[in-house]
């Protein structure tokens, strides 16, 4: 089992940039390919990134490609997300989400239905 804790969100003008990082428990952390997800007020939670256990692979919304960067360190059991430019439209609770995978291919996915386990959220806010 694994457990995720987001941290890092917070307020920022627009333009501006955050760092979010999700620290993973279990020894097992190499094992999971990892996804950021977002959910703004009155809307479904939405896919923004995804890497994959090796960091060969990964995948971004087309809203943020360009302007979001995932990227993971393996020693550290923890998966970061980048994100510049940010729009008042970037606006949400961010969350982390692991999903077990084979070592033996590079998936990832953009479907909050294959992620095994979540965090709690952390609340990103771009003020325009």
């Known amino acids: 089992q694994v457990q995720v804790v987001e941290s890092g969100g917070g307020l920022v003008q627009a333009g501006g940039s955050l760092r979010l990082s999700c620290a993973a428990s279990?020894?097992?952390?190499?094992?999971?390919?990892m996804g950021w997800f977002r959910q703004a007020p009155g809307r479904e939670r939405e896919f923004v990134a995804a890497?994959?256990?090796?960091?060969?692979?990964?995948a971004y919304a087309d809203s943020v490609k360009g302007r979001f960067t995932i990227s993971r360190d393996n020693t550290k059991n923890t998966v970061y997300l980048q994100m510049n430019s940010l729009k008042p439209d970037d606006t949400a609770v961010y969350y982390c989400?692991?999903?077990?995978?084979?070592?033996?291919?590079?998936?990832?996915?953009?479907?909050?239905?294959?992620?095994?386990?979540w965090g709690q959220g952390t609340q990103v806010t771009v003020s325009s």
């Open positions: 989400a692991a999903n077990a995978v084979s070592i033996h291919n590079d998936y990832v996915s953009r479907f909050p239905g294959q992620y095994d386990y």
């Open positions: 279990g020894r097992t952390f190499s094992r999971y390919a």
């Open positions: 890497i994959s256990w090796s960091s060969r692979s990964t």
